[in-house]
């Protein structure tokens, strides 16, 4: 169940081509702008056999130095909302995929922090 959503998320945004896809945070400072899909929680609803699913998207941009880099990390954040159509879903591989939130963030790159935002993706699943 982990792994099958994991691999619907990560298999939609790469299948977009919208940026470079990872699933790990790279080390190379080159890679950026990019889109790492990390790891997946479940939690169980007050349905015993529904559980919800989520993981974050980390879409990182480039340093504020680089001339228009704020406007490129939120174009792409606004690419990967369309993709998922919002809060609205779309659907890859049996999973109704949303956008449960967007929040500005920073994730370090080789010791320098990256501006960034954590977009968590969210579906729910019956286990039985």
Known sequence: MLAEFRTAVFELIEAANIAPV???IP???NEL??????????RQTATAV?????LELFIIGL???AGG?????????D???LLFNGTRATNN???SLGVQSAVPSEQNIAGLGYPAYTMTIESSVATC
């Open 22 to 24: 990872w699933d790990v």
């Open 27 to 29: 080390d190379d400072v």
């Open 33 to 42: 702008p990019c889109v790492v899909v990390a790891r997946p929680l479940t």
């Open 50 to 54: 529904v559980f919800d699913l989520e």
């Open 63 to 65: 340093r504020q130095q």
């Open 69 to 77: 880099s704020e406007q490129g990390l939120t174009v792409l954040a």
């Open 79 to 81: 690419q990967l909302w």
């Open 93 to 95: 591989n049996g999973y």
